[in-house]
Antibody
Framework: EVQLVESGGGLVQPGRSLRLSCAAS????????MHWVRQAPGKGLEWVSG????????GYADSVKGRFTISRDNAKNSLYLQMNSLRAEDTALYYC??????????????????WGQGTMVTVSS | EIVLTQSPGTLSLSPGERATLSCRAS???????LAWYQQKPGQAPRLLIY???SRATGIPDRFSGSGSGTDFTLTISRLEPEDFAVYYC??????????FGQGTKLEIK
């Protein structure tokens, strides 16, 4: 079964850091780009960051650029999001999502065909 | 940044009816990079359509996508009870990354 399981969310104070993880199974992880997408409570979807299969192509939303870092470990079938200098507006459910296109050398021009159930991040004092 | 505007915000229909959801872009979007998702309460989004008109794996053929340039449409030919949900369009733009529309809520009338 194709599956993505996020972890690492929680309550954190403004200005602090948090690292999210996403464990993938049921597909060849290093054949696909991966992404983080977030959803604030009661709001719509916002793409956060994406990374190509070999980490050679990485992109961020303007709202997190310079604060968040995406990475992946293909040997461990895992995706990560290091979040620094967290703000109240970063409060959201963070989803890990698999890129649709096989073997893409870029995080760009993709669709997201498999999603995890999300991990909640709450930034509050 | 390319802004996607979905209409209507809420669509009230009955099972068996046809649903037409609109997604309008502030600038021309390559059809290859336009996707639609369905999200039910408490669940993750599900990919329905990619490349503006290609159905994702396992998606029933009552779902279809069309459009080009700045105007795209998701059509559900005959609504089933499980189709009532929120629908999002999404595009990729080189200067702004991926953006989503604000969503259309499809509710039972």
């Amino acid at each position: 079964e194709v599956q993505l399981v996020e972890s690492g969310g929680g309550l954190v104070q403004p200005g602090r850091s948090l690292r999210l993880s996403c464990a993938a199974s049921g597909f060849t992880f290093d054949d696909y780009a991966m992404h983080w997408v977030r959803q604030a409570p009661g709001k719509g979807l916002e793409w956060v960051s994406g990374i190509s299969w070999n980490s050679g192509s990485i992109g961020y939303a303007d709202s997190v650029k310079g604060r968040f870092t995406i990475s992946r470990d293909n040997a461990k079938n895992s995706l990560y999001l290091q979040m620094n200098s967290l703000r109240a507006e970063d409060t959201a459910l963070y989803y890990c999502a698999k890129g649709y296109y096989y073997g893409s050398g870029s995080y760009e021009h993709d669709a997201f065909d498999i999603w995890g159930q999300g991990t909640m991040v709450t930034v509050s004092s | 940044e390319i802004v996607l505007t979905q209409s209507p915000g809420t669509l009230s229909l009955s099972p068996g009816e046809r649903a037409t959801l609109s997604c309008r872009a502030s600038q021309s979007v390559s059809s290859s990079y336009l996707a639609w998702y369905q999200q039910k309460p408490g669940q993750a989004p599900r990919l329905l359509i990619y490349g503006a008109s290609s159905r994702a794996t396992g998606i029933p053929d009552r779902f279809s996508g069309s459009g080009s340039g700045t105007d795209f449409t998701l059509t559900i030919s005959r609504l089933e009870p499980e189709d009532f949900a929120v629908y999002y369009c999404q595009q990729y733009g080189s200067s702004s990354g991926y953006t989503f529309g604000q969503g259309t809520k499809l509710e039972i009338k």
